[in-house]
């Protein structure tokens, strides 16, 4: 366990819907990462805070994906509107200055049906 | 091309082998390097970081040639539990990681 949770673990959803996501960060990591994995890729990034100021979003983002961390300790990621090419799993990672990387979450697997 | 290759594999070696995985990436900004392991369908957790000198850890072993942008894992003696998915990562603006598709290893008793 490396004390980053992520909330539901799993969700399985029908197309359309939307669906928001919750990544409880380890408490003293100022940074907070997403990442989305799909079958056979290594995960790749989507966003990330430090404290509560979003500092990057990926290509990846559409304008269907949003991510707030309002008080700069847990995040949440919404989808909007979700698509079968949505179904992945999201991992949300964090960092802090005592770390030499990013430690991630179990991650929540989407499946839109 | 990718930023970060590795051999998706599958290798699978005996019990007590010796197995090598390599990767290569393609910024040479890149500031740090880690190998993660990821079981089946479980998050990815560090293995190790890749210093330019070497590091080993017990039976693994990893290398980093800034030069060539390589980075090797060399595990000796496998174990049954050493079965997972290795995941070559770089750290480009010591900001995001950058991941490779993974190398699947599978150990046969």
């Known amino acids: 366990d490396t004390g980053v949770s992520q909330d539901p673990r799993h969700k399985i959803t029908k197309r359309g819907q939307n669906v928001t996501f919750r990544c409880d960060p380890i408490?003293?990591?100022?940074?907070l990462y997403w990442y989305r994995q799909t079958l056979g890729q290594g995960p790749e990034f989507l966003t990330y805070?430090?404290?509560?100021?979003?500092?990057?979003k990926s290509r990846l983002l559409s304008d269907r994906f949003s991510a707030e961390r309002p008080k700069g300790s847990f995040s949440t990621l919404e989808i909007q509107r979700t698509e079968q090419g949505d179904s992945a799993m999201y991992l949300c990672a964090s960092w802090g200055a005592s770390s030499n990387t990013q430690y991630f979450g179990p991650g929540t697997r989407l499946t839109v049906l | 091309r990718k930023e970060v290759e590795q051999d998706p594999g599958p290798f699978n070696v005996p019990e007590g082998a010796t197995v090598a995985f390599n990767c290569t990436y393609s910024?040479?900004?890149?500031?740090?390097f880690f190998w993660y392991r990821q079981d089946c369908r479980k998050e990815p957790k560090l293995l190790m970081s890749v210093y330019s000198s070497g590091n080993e850890d017990g039976r693994f072993t990893a290398q980093l040639n800034r030069a060539s942008q390589y980075i090797s894992l060399l595990i000796r003696d496998s174990k049954l539990s050493d079965s997972a998915t290795y995941l070559c990562v770089v750290n480009i603006r010591g900001e995001k990681l950058t991941f490779g598709t993974g190398t699947r290893l599978t150990i046969i008793p």
């Open positions: 910024n040479s900004a890149s500031q740090s």
């Open positions: 805070f430090q404290n509560e100021a979003q500092l990057e």
């Open positions: 408490s003293e990591h100022n940074r």
